[in-house]
């Protein structure tokens, strides 16, 4: 079993970069994909990047590749979303995922972080 605590969330303005974390619990962190996913208010929770346990597999959304970029640090068991030119509509809670593959579909992963909060102000 694996704990996710994610951080690095707030408010920022349009235009701006964040980078989340999320520290895991564990000496398996490396046996895990891990994915972020994001839920803005009155919507479904949707997929927003993904990389393998090595992190030579990545995968992102089309709303947001070329902005984000999933990265872990299997040493410190952390992985990390970077977010530049955020725009209003990244505003969501944001979650990280951990499965035994690399997905886009948040059913198929097994653990989940708490959530940290983005708002994205124009």
Wanted: proline share 2%.
């Amino acid at each position: 079993q694996v704990q996710l605590v994610e951080s690095g969330g707030g408010l920022m303005q349009a235009g701006g970069s964040l980078r989340l974390s999320c520290a895991a619990s564990g000496r398996t962190f490396s046996s895990y994909a891990m994915g972020w996913f994001r839920q803005a208010p009155g919507k479904e929770r949707e997929f927003v990047a993904a990389m393998s346990r090595s992190g030579g597999i990545t995968y992102y959304a089309v709303s947001v590749k070329g902005r984000f970029t999933i990265s872990r640090d299997n040493a410190k068991n952390t992985v990390y979303l970077q977010m530049n030119n955020l725009k209003p509509e990244d505003t969501a809670v944001y979650y990280c995922a951990a499965g035994s593959s690399t997905r886009t579909r948040a059913d198929e992963y097994d653990y989940w972080g708490q959530g940290t909060q983005v708002t994205v102000d124009s």
